[in-house]
């Protein structure tokens, strides 16, 4: 690992050559709200202590992929090219997002090469935040605000520049030749705070002892808790039948918050009231991807909570679920 030193009177020329040769997405701010975009010119992007409205998970998950297209032939064409591209200024829950992602689309028995062939092709440039907004809670889920090493480079905000951490060789490949000086920055450990919030309960508990109808009372199931979710991945497939019989298979972005979601084609639905359906999305954070791949797939950014049209909490719900667990385990 190395550090180098980006003056930040440098950092636009620096990036608009980065552009000649990657596709760029940054956070850009249209009409004031801040989110990540193709850059079309480097003096837009905005590096800020705020935080995206949404993650940049669609980079490397699109809302909506074209998986493959065949015709009454049998003809076949694969999907589409992937351009090599640099994802810049991701903040380190995003950063954890991202592994807990790869996680579940990269490994295990079934890998999405989709998501995995983006990865490969995709330089991750984190950036620190120094301090909390609205709502977060990345200190619980102990993700350290300040520095994560689940990414290429790393920048930190030092007045005058950034200081560039380099932690692949993706990432010394895309600032090699800018004549950049090395700096020792010191090596810097995460520190791992305390006071985790986690689900360690059975799930026979949490299905029994729970009033999931009193917790969604109020929940709308719009689904936008999902859709702005760093790590939440539903999906399903649509095709769409073209003109002499030619088909386009999509992969669509999908909710668990929705009715239909797992209406089977035998008319049965496993999570018909809105109760079932939000016990799923805890449970699923909380518990099944810890189960299956080791993580809590909730980052603690508060997206879900900022963008709730009528303040669902997940942190609420959680320290609560704990609470009554808690209290009658000592009964």
Not at 36 to 61: G, H
Not at 93 to 105: H, P, R, T, W, Y
Request: hydrophobic share 35%.
């Amino acid at each position: 690992m190395s550090t180098i030193a980006i003056p930040k009177l440098k950092l636009v020329e620096i990036l608009d050559k980065i552009k000649e040769s990657y596709l760029l997405v940054a956070p850009v701010r249209n009409q004031g709200i801040l989110d990540f975009a193709v850059v079309k010119e480097a003096a837009e992007i905005e590096l800020s202590n705020d935080i995206a409205y949404k993650s940049p998970k669609e980079y490397l998950f699109p809302q909506v992929e074209k998986i493959l297209r065949f015709t009454s032939e049998g003809g076949l064409t694969p999907s589409e090219e992937v351009p090599q591209t640099v994802l810049l200024g991701i903040k380190p829950c995003d950063l954890e997002a991202i592994k807990i992602m790869s996680a579940v689309f990269t490994t295990g028995k079934y890998i999405d090469t989709g998501f995995a062939n983006r990865l490969e092709k995709t330089i991750l440039v984190g950036l620190g935040c120094t301090e909390e907004k609205s709502a977060c809670f990345c200190d619980e889920r102990t993700v350290d605000k300040a520095l994560s090493k689940d990414c290429d480079v790393f920048l930190t905000d030092r007045g005058n520049y950034y200081a560039a951490e380099i932690f692949s060789q993706k990432g010394q490949k895309l600032l090699d030749g800018f004549c950049l000086e090395i700096i020792n920055d010191g090596e810097r450990v995460k520190e791992i705070q305390q006071g985790l919030l986690e689900i360690n309960a059975e799930e026979n508990d949490l299905f029994n002892k729970i009033d999931w109808e009193r917790l969604t009372e109020k929940c709308l199931g719009c689904g936008i808790c999902t859709y702005i979710c760093p790590t939440c991945h539903c999906f399903e497939f649509k095709d769409v039948v073209e003109k002499k019989g030619a088909v386009t298979r999509y992969k669509c972005w999908d909710s668990c918050m929705y009715p239909r979601f797992t209406l089977h084609a035998s008319g049965h639905n496993p999570r018909e009231s809105k109760q079932d359906r939000y016990r799923q999305r805890v449970l699923h954070k909380y518990l099944y991807v810890k189960q299956n791949f080791g993580y809590t797939a909730c980052t603690g950014c508060g997206r879900c909570i900022r963008s709730c049209p009528v303040g669902m909490n997940i942190h609420s719900v959680v320290k609560e679920i704990n609470n009554i667990l808690n209290v009658k385990g000592e009964n």
